[in-house]
């Protein structure tokens, strides 16, 4: 009941297209669900984040969409650049006390030119 | 701000080595947090302090102890290297929401 399920594990995809990355959580204790995205040697980066009353939030190319009866999220990257291709991990955080972080296993996304 | 700070980037130990990995943040952040990264199985929780004085355990923390020295800093022990500890550690703080952590840069730890 704390997993969170990231698909696919990895994606090709050509630039200018959209990346589609999807998370799935059984949880419905969780309260805030971030997206993390990680360069090659660095730790990773917070990106953007949504709460549960929110079925979608846009910051430039990049979107989150929330179905919360689904129990699902996904992230959306529009207009997909080279400068995209990293690993990017979904998250749910698990509230009260703790408010620890599950996270996803990760999706590599490559963008070719 | 330099942020979140990791020391050291590299370590290769032996089996049954001991060692400390440092951890320190100029956020004034109230929480910290180890994470190990293994291929394939995302950021899993090892320890977690939520506020200085206080340490806990979280998804994987057999063969690790850490402390929490001051609002600044938080290390993590292994006492009794085991291959399977080879791994990339991250640590993490955070004060705003829940779910906006900010990590350093790792130590890629290798036993052999």
């Known amino acids: 009941q704390q997993q969170v399920k990231q698909s696919p594990q990895s994606l090709i995809v050509q630039k200018g297209g959209i990346s589609i990355i999807n998370c799935a959580y059984e949880?419905?204790?969780?309260?805030?669900f971030p997206w993390y995205q990680q360069f090659p040697g660095k730790g990773p980066a917070l990106l953007i984040a949504?709460?549960?009353?929110?079925s979608e939030k846009k910051e430039g190319r990049f979107t989150i969409s929330f179905n919360k009866s689904a129990k699902q999220f996904s992230l959306h990257i529009m207009d997909s650049q080279p400068g995209d291709s990293a690993t990017y991990f979904c998250?749910?955080?698990?509230?009260?006390?703790?408010?620890?972080?599950?996270f996803g296993t990760g999706t590599l996304l490559a963008v070719q030119p | 701000n330099a942020g979140v700070t990791q020391t050291p980037k590299f370590q290769v130990l032996k089996t049954g080595q001991s060692m400390t990995l440092q951890c320190a943040q100029d956020?004034?952040?109230?929480?910290m947090y180890w994470y190990r990264q293994d291929p394939g199985m995302g950021l899993r929780l090892i320890y977690y302090?939520?506020?200085?004085?206080?340490?806990d355990k979280g998804e994987v923390p057999n063969g690790y102890n850490v402390s929490r020295l001051n609002k600044r800093e938080f290390s993590l022990r292994l006492e009794s290297a085991a291959p399977s500890q080879t791994s990339v550690y991250f640590c993490?703080?955070?004060?705003?929401?829940?779910?906006?952590?900010?990590f350093g840069p790792g130590t890629r730890l290798t036993v052999t």
């Open positions: 993490a703080s955070r004060m705003g929401p829940p779910g906006e952590q900010y």
């Open positions: 949880n419905t204790a969780f309260d805030y």
């Open positions: 949504i709460r549960p009353d929110v």
């Open positions: 998250a749910a955080n698990s509230g009260g006390a703790t408010n620890k972080l599950i």
């Open positions: 956020m004034n952040h109230n929480s």
């Open positions: 302090s939520a506020s200085e004085g206080t340490t």
